[in-house]
């Protein structure tokens, strides 16, 4: 039998690597763990979900000063904001969370992590710093970059992305966001609330495309509110550098307009980190750039599995960690276990946020799913309109025989509130349960109760059961 340096290789120490590796080396599986950076926790960590989500909280707080006498307080002046300062608490934020994610942890473990960038020379042996390491099996969790698309003039100016937005010495006075998906519309509004003048340049008719089109516009106006300016439907026909900054030229329904701005921020997408891993030479399939697994996360080659942002499924964080599961379960434990995304949640963290599980009308109606919708108003919650929030909706998807297919909620705490939901689809929960279910008041979960009891409701107090007690009871009416 062949000998191999280790039973498991493990390329890239993001979400979906790190997972794998502690999850192998704890059931004693002899694992090597490759990071190209010169540390470990990958883009979430790095450049992403962490500094993402600290960035929108110190942007939140300048936004509530700001509402100061909404909530019957002095004014507030709102001084000029020191990006610098933004971007220290970032740091320290990755710093506590780095200590999870140190090589200290993972060695503590049982895991061998070395730094370098691998290449395949054969399906069991890479390239590391000039030496071979041999592996039984190898998983690809190399994650994505910025998607930078051919626009003419864009390779010829500065722009920035997720690498360096957490990171600038200072603020810009003013900033055009290339896109509308998550990560555009997030840092769109924090820049905003920031102090910087933010556009938004987005090519479809609407900003983050996959969900349905009502609960997106309160993400909108929600930015709009805000300051942000948007332009939709437009066709990005060049990118040049001026002296005072960016000139961004559209091209809208055949008129030419120009957006300015002191910096450019592109958000249009990610692509998978395949290149120099001589994945197609030694026969892993690529589809549009992405390492094609099955439901397995097996590759093309029967040795090497693949999870996360490389595979171009769900780029979030929970959907590497659920397929570095998947791949622990199948090439280590040698169970068939497949992945299944019916119930994968995500939320996009602006104010209002949208959060979603399950089929959304968008997709339903794709696939020719019949359903029908149950929607509550935030306008309606006591909670809501305490805490001067009251802008939202939730929106539940149900089936013929009245299962809940997916439900969306646009609102604050939108993710936090989606856990109830999450754990009633995952849990085969009957609507009348969670309609039944005692929550504390006066708290935004009530909505979920709420939502869940809205057609029941309507059921018990219809007119046929008010006949129904007349007779019964002699009521009156
Ligand atoms: C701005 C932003 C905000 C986000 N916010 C959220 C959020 O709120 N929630 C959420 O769920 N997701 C969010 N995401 C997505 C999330 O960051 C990714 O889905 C997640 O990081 C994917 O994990 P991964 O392990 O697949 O890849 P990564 O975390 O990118 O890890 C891959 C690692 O592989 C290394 N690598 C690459 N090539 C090689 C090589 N040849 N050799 C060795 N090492 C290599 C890389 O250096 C990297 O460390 C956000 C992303 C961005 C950009």
Redesign the pocket.
């Known amino acids: 039998m062949a000998e191999y340096d280790y039973d498991l290789g493990v390329?890239?120490?993001?979400?979906?690597?790190?997972t794998v590796a502690a999850g192998a080396s704890q059931l004693g599986v002899k694992t090597l763990l490759?990071?190209?950076?010169s540390r470990?926790?990958?883009?979430?960590l790095h450049?992403?979900?962490v500094?993402?989500?600290t960035l929108i909280r110190t942007a939140r707080v300048r936004h509530l000063m700001g509402r100061a006498q909404d909530f019957g307080l002095p004014a507030v002046d709102l001084l000029p904001v020191d990006y610098s300062q933004v971007g220290k608490r970032i740091a320290e934020v990755i710093d506590v969370i780095q200590v999870h994610d140190s090589v200290e942890r993972f060695t503590s473990l049982g895991v061998d992590v070395q730094f370098?960038?691998?290449?395949f020379k054969n399906n069991h042996i890479i390239s590391l710093n000039g030496k071979a390491v041999s592996a039984r099996t190898w998983v690809v969790?190399?994650?994505?970059s910025?998607s930078v698309p051919s626009i003419k003039g864009l390779n010829d100016v500065p722009y920035l992305t997720?690498l360096d937005i957490f990171s600038l010495p200072e603020l810009p006075s003013s900033l055009i966001v290339l896109g509308g998906g998550?990560?555009a519309v997030?840092?769109a509004q924090s820049f905003q609330r920031l102090g910087t003048k933010v556009t938004v340049v987005q090519r479809s008719n609407q900003i983050l495309s996959k969900e349905d089109e009502d609960m997106a516009r309160f993400v909108m106006e929600g930015m709009i509110a805000d300051g942000v300016d948007f332009i939709l439907g437009s066709k990005i026909e060049e990118v040049r550098q001026t002296e005072g900054g960016i000139e961004v030229v559209l091209n809208e329904s055949g008129e030419q307009k120009i957006v300015r701005g002191s910096k450019l921020l592109v958000a249009m997408g990610?692509d998978s980190?395949t290149k120099?891993?001589n994945l197609e030479e030694i026969g892993v399939v690529l589809n549009q750039g992405a390492v094609e697994v099955d439901s397995r996360m097996r590759t093309a080659v029967s040795n090497i599995y693949a999870?996360?942002?490389?595979i171009g499924k769900y780029?979030?964080?929970?959907?590497?960690g659920y397929e570095g599961g998947i791949v622990v379960t199948n090439a280590v434990f040698r169970l068939p276990r497949k992945a299944d995304y019916t119930w994968l949640p995500?939320?996009t963290?602006t104010d209002p946020e949208l959060a979603s599980v399950g089929i959304n009308e968008k997709s339903a109606k794709a696939s020719g799913i019949q359903y029908e919708t149950v929607v509550e108003e935030f306008s309606t919650s006591d909670r809501a309109l305490a805490e001067g929030e009251a802008k939202g909706r939730i929106k539940l998807l149900l089936n013929k025989k009245g299962k809940p297919l997916g439900c969306q909620i646009a609102a604050v705490h939108a993710g936090e509130l989606l856990g109830e939901w999450v754990a009633a689809v995952n849990g085969k929960v009957a609507l009348a349960t969670l309609a039944g279910a005692i929550h504390p008041y006066p708290t935004l979960s009530e909505m979920n109760k709420k939502v869940a009891g809205k057609l029941l409701g309507e059921k018990i107090f219809s007119e046929k059961v008010r006949k129904i007690l007349r007779l019964l009871f002699s009521y009156r009416g």
């Open positions: 390329i890239g120490g993001g979400a979906a690597g790190l490759v990071e190209k950076e470990l926790g990958g883009d979430c450049y992403g979900c500094p993402s989500k370098g960038s691998a290449s969790a190399t994650g994505s910025p997720n998550p990560i997030e840092m990610r980190n120099g891993l999870a996360g942002d490389v780029r979030f964080t929970h959907a590497a995500w939320c963290y």
